[in-house]
T-cell receptor
Framework: NAGVMQNPRHLVRRRGQEARLRCSPM?????VYWYRQLPEEGLKFMVY????????ESGMPKERFSAEFPKEGPSILRIQQVVRGDSAAYFC????????????FGPGTRLTVL | GENVEQHPSTLSVQEGDSAVIKCTYS??????FPWYKQELGKRPQLIID?????GEKKDQRIAVTLNKTAKHFSLHITETQPEDSAVYFC????????????FGSGTQLTVLP
């Protein structure tokens, strides 16, 4: 059973470009979470999704950030018009259906904005 | 919302000694408390978790204790080894509908050989 997959592992963008980060959950997992980790800081929750539904986006910046988890395919975190402050590691986690709450993390995407 | 505080931010111990990391949380509704280990440049890995209906849980050299009344929980690592060196994060969440993890700020553990 493959773990949580994320790609790309490293992404370099210039200011103003778009960044698209992909996450494939573990097999059998229907819940996906995105977290952001700034250098030498803890992880901050961004958004929680189930297939075709955003359950909780209370941690998402109001502008430029969006997320989806379509019926088919990976979950996508999209950052439009990136700025240098978006440089961070973005981790995706997945968990199986309730009542299990354990979240398993992917390897992360390290975004660098030049 | 939930707030999790973690101490200390750095911890150095001699190989073979014990290490203790402490966390406090603010939301009395929180009932799930995992601990993650993160090596440099790697993903956070779950090492142990505890639910609020349990006061203590142990897995080999790792144990976690929970005091619901005081709203704090601790990670205990015994017989530390150099490979235990990493950043450790505590987290809290409410099982069920609000499943987001709120993380502490992390503890850099260094085990000196």
């Amino acid at each position: 059973n493959a773990g949580v997959m994320q790609n790309p592992r490293h992404l370099v963008r210039r200011r103003g470009q778009e960044a698209r980060l992909r996450c494939s959950p573990m097999k059998g997992h229907s819940h996906v979470y995105w977290y952001r980790q700034l250098p030498e800081e803890g992880l901050k929750f961004m958004v929680y999704l189930q297939k075709e539904n955003i359950i909780d986006e209370s941690g998402m910046p109001k502008e430029r950030f969006s997320a989806e988890f379509p019926k088919e395919g990976p979950s996508i975190l999209r950052i439009q018009q990136v700025v240098r402050g978006d440089s961070a590691a973005y981790f995706c986690a997945s968990s199986p259906p309730l009542p299990t709450d354990t979240q398993y993390f992917g390897p992360g995407t390290r975004l660098t904005v030049l | 919302g939930e707030n999790v505080e973690q101490h200390p931010s750095t911890l150095s111990v001699q190989e073979g000694d014990s290490a203790v990391i402490k966390c406090t949380y603010s939301d009395s509704a929180s009932n799930y408390f995992p601990w993650y280990k993160q090596e440099l440049g790697k993903r956070p890995q779950l090492i142990i978790d505890i639910r609020s209906n349990v006061g203590e849980k142990k897995d080999q050299r790792i144990a976690v204790t929970l005091n619901k009344t005081a709203k704090h929980f601790s990670l205990h690592i015994t017989e530390t080894q150099p490979e235990d060196s990493a950043v450790y994060f505590c987290a809290a969440s409410t099982m069920g509908s609000a499943r987001q993890l709120t993380f502490g700020s992390g503890t850099q553990l260094t085990v000196l050989p």
